[in-house]
C-alpha cells in the first residue's frame, strides 16, 4: 500500500463523537484529541530545529544586508555566500524586549520579505548594529 496509508483509513467517527467542529468547545476536544494521535500530525514543537540545519522555521545567523535609503528597506541580502534579491516588502515590525535588563535587552527591526520564491525574516539588531537571518517561512 501507498505511504499515505494510516490518512486513508483513518475513522475519526471510531470514537462515537460528533465530528461537527463549529458548535460548542466541549464537542471539539474529542476529535481535536482522537487527531492528535494520527501518525502523520505534527506539532509546531515538535519540529527540529532549523538553526541546527534541519527543517523548521526559526533561524538566528548572521548575514549580509544591501540597505535602500530612499525606500527604507532591504534590497537584497547574503546567506551562506548565496545573494537573494528582494522582491517585495510584506511586512515590517519593532520587536522589543526585556528593555530594563542591558544583559537580556533585545531591540530590532524585522522586515518580512520575499525573495526567490521564499519568505524569510530579517531582523537589524539596533545594540549590536548587525542584521540577522531570523525565520524562513516558506
Not at 468547545?25 to 500530525?41: F, G, M, Q, T, Y
Not at 520587536?95 to 526567490?116: G, I, K, P
Request: with cysteine.
Amino acid at each position: 500500500m501507498s505511504r499515505n496509508r494510516a490518512i486513508k483509513q483513518f475513522d475519526p467517527r471510531k470514537t462515537g463523537h460528533s465530528l461537527d467542529l463549529f458548535t460548542e468547545n466541549d464537542a471539539r476536544l474529542p476529535v481535536v484529541l482522537e487527531l492528535l494521535k494520527s501518525p502523520w500530525i505534527l506539532r509546531a514543537s515538535e519540529l527540529p530545529d532549523h538553526a541546527s540545519g534541519s527543517s523548521g522555521k526559526h533561524v538566528e545567523r548572521e548575514i549580509d544586508v544591501v540597505w535602500d535609503g530612499a525606500r527604507r528597506c532591504p534590497v537584497s541580502f547574503t546567506d551562506r555566500q548565496k545573494r537573494f534579491s528582494v522582491d517585495a516588502l510584506i511586512q515590517t515590525w519593532t520587536l522589543e524586549r526585556s528593555w530594563w535588563d542591558r544583559r537580556r535587552r533585545v531591540s530590532r527591526r524585522c522586515f518580512r520579505v520575499l525573495a526567490r520564491g521564499g519568505v524569510y525574516d530579517l531582523a537589524y539588531d539596533r545594540l549590536e548594529r548587525r542584521w540577522t537571518l531570523i525565520g524562513i517561512v516558506d
